[in-house]
């Protein structure tokens, strides 16, 4: 693939961070990351690439339309990938208008800013532009136990305002695509796990919480069901979206592992268990199951995401390659191994 300048929203974010790490690794593209730096957004976790001279950072609100449009005017990227986002559900039910200022009007100053852009762009620079934009599987709505798992042709059906603005920036992305000729990509991706999550998330909570001996919140009876992908995974699939994926088209990620968060939390549990022993002698709790206490349920909880990835696989040739059992042990190590990371992050 020819060298790139790559503008990548939401970079000190979770998978923002691994996917520029990745493609510094792993390519020779040049990385803009542009991030405002929210209390999900971190720089510690580009430390390993941060004096990279393919890298820099630009700290920037998405909701700021002038200054969006100067940046993109004055990087003149090769491709934009767009994953800046608010994406806690939970943050989305208490206070719903920030994740309408970020995830749709900001998509909308990004779109804008790239259109202008390759408007202005000409011969085989222009053909080879493209905004691909990162969504999520809630977009889709909630499944049935047996029922079959999300295509890319399933009706939108969101249940939560983080869900809800989602599925308005998809729609914006594509209509850019149909009216303006933008070439646009969506990808909508599963639930992710991996190093340097932040502890608002369900399998670095467990983590700390068993580290700290404190009470594991469970929703309800724990028997909502997720499709769990390692991040890694994740962002080769991006990665490939970018150097074949046909604008215009929507690819599911997913990894066909679909869990109940009780039985999750268990195998997290389970493993601690055996890399941190419980001293059985204080505190009176036999095991880091102890720790799980049902709370009520969120409202609108979904039951259940499940993703039929098989147009990625069959069209791209992506596949995962982490599994399920390697890469939580791989991440439970990581949190272990990285105390002064999330120990610097404020308590959620």
């Not at 719903?96 to 970020?102: A, L, N, Q, S, V």
């Not at 992305?173 to 000729?181: D, H, K, L, N």
């Not at 109940?260 to 055996?274: F, H, P, S, V, Y």
């Not at 190590?333 to 105390?339: F, G, I, K, V």
Request: net charge neutral; aromatic share 8%; hydrophobic share 35%.
């Amino acid at each position: 693939m020819p060298l790139m300048k790559i503008l990548l929203t939401g970079g000190a974010g979770f998978i923002g961070s691994h996917l520029v790490r990745q493609i510094l690794d792993e390519s020779d593209h040049e990385v803009v990351n542009l991030d405002k730096l929210t209390y999900a957004g971190d720089l510690a976790s580009l430390r390993p690439v941060q004096h990279d001279p393919r890298y820099h950072f630009e700290k920037m609100d998405l909701g700021d339309a002038g200054a969006v449009g100067e940046l993109v005017r004055r990087v003149r990227p090769d491709a934009v990938m767009h994953l800046a986002a608010e994406s806690h559900v939970d943050r989305s039910i208490d206070g719903p208008g920030e994740f309408i200022r970020t995830n749709i009007m900001g998509t909308y100053h990004l779109l804008q800013a790239a259109r202008a852009h390759w408007t202005s762009m000409v011969g085989e620079s222009r053909r080879r532009f493209r905004f691909i934009h990162v969504s999520t599987d809630e977009v889709y709505g909630s499944l049935g136990p047996g029922e079959a798992a999300f295509t890319e042709a399933r009706p939108y059906d969101p249940r939560s305002p983080y869900s809800a603005s989602k599925a308005a920036a998809d729609h914006l992305v594509r209509s850019w695509g149909v009216t303006y000729g933008l070439p646009v990509v969506v990808t909508n991706c599963t639930n992710n796990y991996g190093p340097y999550q932040f502890p608002e998330k369900l399998i670095p909570r467990v983590i700390l919480c068993c580290l700290r001996n404190e009470p594991i919140p469970v929703y309800g009876t724990g028997e909502s069901i997720r499709d769990w992908l390692h991040v890694s995974d994740h962002c080769h699939a991006l990665r490939i979206v970018l150097e074949k994926g046909v604008p215009g088209r929507t690819y599911n990620v997913g990894a066909g592992c679909e869990l109940r968060n009780i039985d999750l939390i268990k195998r997290l549990c389970a493993i601690l268990g055996e890399l941190v022993p419980l001293d059985v002698s204080k505190g009176g709790l036999r095991s880091y199951e102890d720790l799980i206490t049902h709370v009520a349920d969120r409202p609108g909880h979904d039951m259940r995401y499940a993703m039929d990835a098989s147009r990625i696989r069959g069209e791209l040739g992506w596949a995962p390659v982490e599994t399920i059992d390697r890469g939580l042990r791989q991440t439970v190590r990581w949190y272990l191994e990285n105390r002064e990371w999330w120990q610097n992050l404020d308590r959620v």
